[in-house]
């Protein structure tokens, strides 16, 4: 068995000699290059460009505005709905919705040519009232009506009875500011036509999204366009979708009759391309004196833009983690000059874990119960909300487990009680979740006479080990040693797959990997079966095994053969697909991954700094299918949660609507020196009905929670109390 060994990336080699080519890598002949050039205003209208001293610059190909760019259909708006499908601003009006906006491309034979020409551009704006103030917004919040499959507002029991009964009741509000993704690689697309054949180098999560997108953008059948996508440099949502980048490079290639490269820079990440918004989440919490919940309100208020309405799902958690029988939750919006925020890791669960779990904190500490007693005496036995039961819920053993490696006995129950020299200590912990999920897919396998396998499928590797895992569940479902599997992905010629986010690629398009293996191992025997040159003629296919890349009969191993011998008696590779897609079990099952996290916090007494020394974490996510990357991804979740307890933070100028902290130097991130110990472990936690492989995705819970378990640990520490992120010093000097 390979499916749960520790085995190294195929593509790590390439990775660290460079030689992984990236969409910004890609370089074709006659290859122009552009720049985007953005809007200085939050809101209005272009009155004027004067665009030619750009072009009479050195090496200027062609300044694209909305004077100039073609005409696309229905005025390019692209005829696939959120999220895939965006309102995108594509030259074909004079509007301007927020500072940042696009609002003309300059093209030219080299970047830096282009760069100098963008500068040269004079834009004359006439300004509208903008929307700024997401505080004065609230008094027009509007319902979104559906929040991803669900309704913007639920209720069960009687949340008011409940309150207005109870022997404890707190209300306290939590807010999380706008975020942005900054992955190494910044988006970048390379665009080519052949005549009306159009090729993408596009760096995206969802090949088959961005081809679906910019077809009907343009008005094209979908098979017109190729879009490849071999290697991501980060994503984490951000790339999910085909923002207005990749439409305008099509348009400069088009234009220009060339092939165009077109690089974000990383100021252009701020407001083009999403983000996340900020939240204002009010938790209300009743409870009789021993932390028993008799109701919980969850009222979430975030930010859209001016654009379209996307809604941060902050209070879907709160439905269902907890066994409590009165529950209203609702999320409404507030319209701002804004880029249209977006999918963002652990999208919803990050920031609304951070306000319901630190509100069970202050409830624990009110009641004087032990946070994770007091999680236990309101431990879910099914899903409520949905009234069916998990697939699996492992959350108790979560507990269990984390608090014993983390050493949660050691901890002294009142604030401000354990130090270290100048440095007050606390201990901190909060529950993780994250909903499983799959969807449709299709895979391809291709057994080859050499011995190999060749599989393919269209979906994307964010740096998650994704070419390895598949290779990993191809080879067992083969019977195949992993080294003589090839998996390829990243381009709409392969068969399609969802887009890669939701933590659900494994789920997804491992189990439609798995689907075409076993067929086209069902097919390798059957062969084997009615050859007569073959060792195993005439046998029954159960009485047939394949390992190693041998097929051998049970009975007897010493008939046996190398599957290639077979294959090439019969002249051509043997090949088949596979598909997968969910079946009734997502309507009688609740199905989710869960976990548990444990902070140690230290804060110095007079300067309010925060230190994190160590982190455990206890997941529950399945079957695992490679340890090492599962470690990789449940360490870089914890990482991300620090940082949006204690880093990030996108600062918007009240006064013109720009993002003044748009650069790595001024939009804080940890580095090394900023993280320490952290320790991941994984408890049983099998599952017969989420899918086929038993597999749920992990690479989002272990952020959920994270920034909760850092504030309960700060409060433990200095006895103050953050709602607000992040927690910074001046929050906390002088503590």
């Given at each position: 068995m390979s499916i749960g060994a520790p085995l190294d990336r195929v593509e790590g080699p390439d990775k660290v000699r460079g030689a992984a080519t990236y969409s910004g890598d890609v370089t074709l002949p006659r290859m122009?290059?552009?720049?985007?050039?953005?809007?200085?205003?939050a809101s209005g209208r272009i009155a004027r460009i004067d665009?030619?001293?750009?072009?009479?610059?050195?090496?200027?190909?062609?300044?694209?505005?909305?004077?100039?760019?073609?005409?696309?259909?229905?005025?390019?708006?692209?005829?696939?709905?959120?999220?895939?499908?965006?309102?995108?601003?594509?030259?074909?009006?004079?509007?301007?919705?927020?500072?940042?906006?696009?609002?003309?491309?300059?093209?030219?034979?080299?970047?830096?040519?282009?760069?100098?020409a963008a500068a040269l551009l004079r834009i004359g704006y006439e300004r509208a009232s903008a929307a700024l103030d997401f505080a004065a917004g609230k008094a027009q919040a509007v319902s979104p009506g559906k929040v991803l499959e669900a309704d913007a507002d639920s209720q069960r029991g009687d949340p008011k009875s409940a309150l207005e009964q109870a022997a404890v009741r707190d209300t306290q509000v939590y807010t999380t500011p706008m975020q942005h993704h900054?992955?190494?690689?910044?988006?970048?697309?390379?665009?080519?036509?052949?005549?009306?054949?159009?090729?993408l180098h596009d760096s995206t999560q969802y090949v088959a999204g961005v081809r679906r997108v910019v077809a009907k953008t343009f008005g094209i059948a979908p098979e017109r366009v190729r879009v490849r996508c071999p290697y991501v440099g980060g994503a984490f949502g951000g790339k999910g979708s085909a923002w207005s980048h990749v439409v305008l490079a099509a348009m400069a290639a088009r234009h220009t009759a060339r092939p165009v490269r077109l690089v974000l820079?990383?100021?252009?990440?701020?407001?083009?391309?999403?983000?996340?918004?900020?939240?204002?989440?009010?938790v209300t919490l009743a409870a009789d004196p021993d932390g028993h919940l008799g109701a919980i309100e969850h009222r979430s208020i975030s930010n859209t833009s001016a654009l379209e309405d996307w809604t941060e799902s902050a209070a879907l958690v709160t439905r269902s983690l907890y066994g409590c029988p009165n529950v209203a939750t609702s999320h409404r919006l507030v319209r701002l000059n804004v880029g249209t925020p977006t999918f963002q890791r652990a999208p919803g669960e990050a920031t609304g874990m951070?306000?319901?779990?630190s509100a069970l904190d202050e409830l624990a500490?009110?009641?004087?119960?032990?946070?994770?007693?007091?999680?236990?005496?309101?431990?879910?036995?099914?899903?409520?909300?949905?009234?069916?039961?998990?697939?699996?819920?492992?959350?108790?053993?979560?507990?269990?487990?984390?608090?014993?490696?983390?050493?949660?006995?050691?901890?002294?129950?009142?604030?401000?009680?354990?130090?270290?020299g100048r440095w007050l200590v606390g201990m901190g912990m909060a529950s993780a979740t994250r909903p499983a999920k799959r969807m449709p897919c299709a895979a391809r396998v291709r057994l080859q006479p050499d011995g190999s396998a060749l599989v393919q499928a269209s979906t994307a590797d964010l740096g998650t080990g994704t070419y390895t895992?598949?290779?990993q569940i191809a080879a067992d479902a083969l019977g195949y040693a992993p080294a003589r599997v090839r998996f390829e992905l990243g381009d709409t010629e392969w068969p399609e797959a969802p887009i890669s986010a939701g933590s659900m690629t494994v789920e997804s398009v491992g189990s439609a990997v798995h689907a075409a293996c076993l067929t086209a191992r069902q097919q390798l025997v059957a062969l084997a079966c009615k050859d007569p040159a073959s060792p195993c003629a005439g046998a029954q296919p159960g009485d047939i095994r394949i390992g190693n890349g041998y097929l051998q009969l049970v009975a007897d191993t010493r008939r046996r053969e190398p599957v290639a011998a077979l294959i090439a008696r019969h002249g051509q590779p043997l090949e088949a697909q596979g598909d997968s897609r969910p079946g009734p079990e997502d309507k009688q099952r609740s199905m989710h991954a869960f976990g548990a996290v444990f902070v140690?916090?230290?804060?110095?007494?007079?300067?309010?700094?925060?230190?994190?020394?160590?982190?455990?974490?206890?997941?529950?996510?399945?079957?695992?299918?490679n340890a090492k990357t599962a470690h990789s991804q449940l360490m870089g979740g914890i990482v991300w949660g620090l940082s949006m307890a204690l880093f990030e933070a996108s600062r918007l100028d009240p006064r013109s609507g720009r993002f003044v902290n748009a650069d790595l130097s001024e939009y804080h991130v940890p580095v090394n020196a900023d993280i320490g110990d952290i320790d991941t472990l994984v408890v049983p936690d099998p599952d017969p009905y989420v899918n086929p492989l038993g597999a749920k995705g992990l690479g989002e819970v272990s952020m959920t929670g994270v920034a909760a378990a850092v504030a309960n640990a700060v409060f433990h520490a200095t006895g103050r109390r953050v709602r607000e992120l992040p927690i910074t010093v001046d929050k906390l000097i002088g503590v």
């Amino acid at each position: 068995m390979s499916i749960g060994a520790p085995l190294d990336r195929v593509e790590g080699p390439d990775k660290v000699r460079g030689a992984a080519t990236y969409s910004g890598d890609v370089t074709l002949p006659r290859m122009a290059h552009a720049v985007l050039v953005q809007s200085t205003v939050a809101s209005g209208r272009i009155a004027r460009i004067d665009s030619s001293a750009a072009e009479r610059a050195p090496g200027v190909i062609a300044v694209l505005t909305h004077a100039n760019a073609m005409r696309l259909p229905q005025g390019g708006r692209a005829a696939v709905e959120p999220p895939q499908g965006r309102v995108l601003s594509l030259l074909q009006d004079n509007r301007v919705h927020y500072n940042g906006q696009p609002v003309a491309l300059v093209v030219a034979e080299s970047i830096e040519q282009a760069s100098a020409a963008a500068a040269l551009l004079r834009i004359g704006y006439e300004r509208a009232s903008a929307a700024l103030d997401f505080a004065a917004g609230k008094a027009q919040a509007v319902s979104p009506g559906k929040v991803l499959e669900a309704d913007a507002d639920s209720q069960r029991g009687d949340p008011k009875s409940a309150l207005e009964q109870a022997a404890v009741r707190d209300t306290q509000v939590y807010t999380t500011p706008m975020q942005h993704h900054n992955p190494m690689e910044p988006h970048a697309t390379v665009a080519a036509w052949n005549g009306e054949q159009l090729t993408l180098h596009d760096s995206t999560q969802y090949v088959a999204g961005v081809r679906r997108v910019v077809a009907k953008t343009f008005g094209i059948a979908p098979e017109r366009v190729r879009v490849r996508c071999p290697y991501v440099g980060g994503a984490f949502g951000g790339k999910g979708s085909a923002w207005s980048h990749v439409v305008l490079a099509a348009m400069a290639a088009r234009h220009t009759a060339r092939p165009v490269r077109l690089v974000l820079q990383r100021a252009q990440l701020f407001g083009p391309v999403g983000g996340r918004p900020c939240t204002e989440q009010t938790v209300t919490l009743a409870a009789d004196p021993d932390g028993h919940l008799g109701a919980i309100e969850h009222r979430s208020i975030s930010n859209t833009s001016a654009l379209e309405d996307w809604t941060e799902s902050a209070a879907l958690v709160t439905r269902s983690l907890y066994g409590c029988p009165n529950v209203a939750t609702s999320h409404r919006l507030v319209r701002l000059n804004v880029g249209t925020p977006t999918f963002q890791r652990a999208p919803g669960e990050a920031t609304g874990m951070f306000a319901l779990e630190s509100a069970l904190d202050e409830l624990a500490q009110r009641v004087g119960v032990d946070p994770i007693e007091l999680r236990l005496r309101n431990h879910a036995e099914r899903d409520l909300d949905k009234n069916l039961p998990f697939s699996s819920h492992a959350l108790r053993e979560c507990y269990r487990a984390g608090a014993e490696r983390f050493g949660w006995s050691r901890r002294s129950a009142p604030p401000r009680s354990m130090q270290q020299g100048r440095w007050l200590v606390g201990m901190g912990m909060a529950s993780a979740t994250r909903p499983a999920k799959r969807m449709p897919c299709a895979a391809r396998v291709r057994l080859q006479p050499d011995g190999s396998a060749l599989v393919q499928a269209s979906t994307a590797d964010l740096g998650t080990g994704t070419y390895t895992v598949m290779a990993q569940i191809a080879a067992d479902a083969l019977g195949y040693a992993p080294a003589r599997v090839r998996f390829e992905l990243g381009d709409t010629e392969w068969p399609e797959a969802p887009i890669s986010a939701g933590s659900m690629t494994v789920e997804s398009v491992g189990s439609a990997v798995h689907a075409a293996c076993l067929t086209a191992r069902q097919q390798l025997v059957a062969l084997a079966c009615k050859d007569p040159a073959s060792p195993c003629a005439g046998a029954q296919p159960g009485d047939i095994r394949i390992g190693n890349g041998y097929l051998q009969l049970v009975a007897d191993t010493r008939r046996r053969e190398p599957v290639a011998a077979l294959i090439a008696r019969h002249g051509q590779p043997l090949e088949a697909q596979g598909d997968s897609r969910p079946g009734p079990e997502d309507k009688q099952r609740s199905m989710h991954a869960f976990g548990a996290v444990f902070v140690e916090a230290h804060v110095d007494r007079e300067l309010g700094i925060v230190r994190v020394p160590r982190v455990v974490g206890a997941y529950a996510v399945g079957r695992v299918i490679n340890a090492k990357t599962a470690h990789s991804q449940l360490m870089g979740g914890i990482v991300w949660g620090l940082s949006m307890a204690l880093f990030e933070a996108s600062r918007l100028d009240p006064r013109s609507g720009r993002f003044v902290n748009a650069d790595l130097s001024e939009y804080h991130v940890p580095v090394n020196a900023d993280i320490g110990d952290i320790d991941t472990l994984v408890v049983p936690d099998p599952d017969p009905y989420v899918n086929p492989l038993g597999a749920k995705g992990l690479g989002e819970v272990s952020m959920t929670g994270v920034a909760a378990a850092v504030a309960n640990a700060v409060f433990h520490a200095t006895g103050r109390r953050v709602r607000e992120l992040p927690i910074t010093v001046d929050k906390l000097i002088g503590v």
